[in-house]
Nanobody, 125 residues
Framework: QVQLVQSGGGLVQAGGSLRLSCAAS????????MGWFRQTPGKEREFVAA????????NYSNSAKGRFTISRDNAKNTVYLQMNSLKPEDTAVYYC??????????????????WGQGTQVTVSS
């Protein structure tokens, strides 16, 4: 079992930055692929970014590419999502996710086994 606890998020003006953190506990989470997703009311959970176990392979959605950076610190069992140049359309609840068997190319939320509690990100115009 892996438990994921998220922190960060909040309200920011358009063009601003936020950093989300996701701390993992339980069995060795450094062996998991870690991902970030987001969801707005009435819509499916949307892939944002994923990072491989060693942090050497990363996948971003088109909307995240060039503005968001995913990283991980396996010594701290933590994954981060640095979000820059935020836009109002980035407003959503953001979730981190983990899975021991996936590759970073898998973008379906149904494929991930473990989830954080979600954190609200609101970008005002």
């Amino acid at each position: 079992q892996v438990q994921l606890v998220q922190s960060g998020g909040g309200l920011v003006q358009a063009g601003g930055s936020l950093r989300l953190s996701c701390a993992a506990s339980g069995r060795t989470s450094s062996s998991d692929v870690m991902g970030w997703f987001r969801q707005t009311p009435g819509k499916e959970r949307e892939f944002v970014a994923a990072i491989s176990r060693g942090g050497t392979t990363i996948n971003y959605s088109n909307s995240a590419k060039g503005r968001f950076t995913i990283s991980r610190d396996n010594a701290k069992n933590t994954v981060y999502l640095q979000m820059n140049s935020l836009k109002p359309e980035d407003t959503a609840v953001y979730y981190c996710a983990a899975d021991p068997a996936l590759s970073v190319g898998i973008t379906s939320p149904r494929s991930y086994e473990y989830w954080g509690q979600g954190t609200q990100v609101t970008v005002s115009s």
